[in-house]
């Protein structure tokens, strides 16, 4: 459904060159649901709006949805879905006359438009506000209306630019469920960028993980885990001046990998925390180094994304620009 090789855009800013894509190959399968997993900066949007012909890419070749990239941006954009980051509904507009709108640009006949839209609406919980102005919907009712209106011409192919960012816990987990019964019952593959681990954990047959502009992992989610062996050690020193301290008595555990240290938390691997949290404490204790929290651990997500990156994906405003970058301590 989608196969790119050496997609790359470079941007200019204040006379310097920004590499916001340095060359992304992918390929997405029909009928998966696929995740582009990256912090703040890392190129997601940059990569999306390449894909959905939004932006010319400055190298690189494509092809989506059976059409070529460059030959045919008309021919990908009338076969996909795009729901932006911010949304494309006006706030004034009632909703149904929107997606009905929408739908129109696409050629769709108006009674055909409006069958869809009541379909769309009733598939994605917004039954009753066919009448009502996006303004006075939560969050929640407007960001699957966005969906709606990206799905209104019934692409086979839907990009979603992090469809769930600033919708609470339950409306996330609702959303979810929208999309993967898009999948379950329209066959839709699905594209989307998001910086939520649970979300890409929870949501995706596969997760390719992109930073500061590159692809730098990609397999299920179990795949990516297993990667990552042994238990992970955090400990979270009550002073953040003693973190290279505590980093180095981690790293000296038996059979541990050199600590990272990400403010105060000091994160480490062991081939088995349990005895490794023993032996920790006291040596931390022994050492007078004043302990805030302390955990052992099966691999994560995130322990994947500081495992290859350095950093974690957990810090939100995190961008290559402002990045710390992680002390790392030799054990
Ligand atoms: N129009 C532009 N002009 C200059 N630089 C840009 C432009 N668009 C993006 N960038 C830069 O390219 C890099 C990648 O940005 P992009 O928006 O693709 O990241 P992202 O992973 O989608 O981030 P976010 O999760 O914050 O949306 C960043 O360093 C960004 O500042």
């Avoid at 059979?255 to 920790?280: F, H, T, Y």
Wanted: net charge negative; glycine share 12%.
């Amino acid at each position: 459904m989608i196969h790119a090789r050496g997609l790359a855009r470079t941007f200019r800013k204040r006379k310097q060159e920004v590499q916001a894509v340095t060359g992304v190959d992918l390929d997405v399968d029909a009928g998966e649901i696929v995740g582009f997993l990256g912090p703040n900066g890392a190129g997601k949007t940059t990569t999306l709006r390449m894909l959905t012909t939004l932006l010319t890419p400055s190298a690189g070749t494509a092809t989506v949805a059976g059409c070529d990239l460059i030959a045919d941006p008309v021919g990908v954009r009338r076969r996909i879905g795009y729901v932006s980051q911010s949304g494309s509904t006006a706030p004034e507009a009632r909703a149904g006359e929107e997606v009905v709108d929408h739908a129109r640009l696409y050629g769709v006949r108006t009674a055909d438009a409006v069958v869809r839209g009541r379909q769309l609406f009733s598939d994605l919980d917004l039954d009753g506000l066919w009448e009502r102005q996006p303004k006075d919907m939560s969050g929640g009712q407007r960001r699957r209306l966005d969906i709606a209106m990206g799905l209104v011409h019934d692409p086979g192919l839907v990009f979603l630019d992090e469809p769930t960012t600033g919708l609470d816990p339950q409306a996330r987990a609702n959303l979810w469920g929208h999309i993967r019964s898009l999948r379950e019952d329209r066959g839709t593959t699905v594209f989307l960028t998001t910086h939520y681990l649970d979300e890409a954990d929870a949501l995706c047959d596969r997760i390719l993980v992109i930073d500061r502009g590159a692809i730098v992992a990609e397999g299920t989610p179990d795949q990516l885990k297993s990667k990552v062996g042994g238990d992970v050690l955090t400990v979270t020193v009550a002073d953040p001046a003693r973190a290279g301290d505590a980093a180095r008595l981690v790293g000296d555990l038996p059979g541990a990998e050199p600590a990272q240290v990400d403010g105060a938390r000091v994160i480490g691997r062991v081939p088995a925390g349990g005895p490794a949290l023993v032996d920790l404490v006291r040596g931390l204790d022994a050492a007078g180094i004043g302990i805030a929290g302390v955990e052992s651990r099966r691999p994560s997500l995130d322990d994947v994304f500081l495992g290859l990156t350095g950093r974690s994906l957990r810090e939100e405003g995190t961008s290559p620009d402002d990045a710390p970058t992680p002390e790392v301590v030799p054990s």
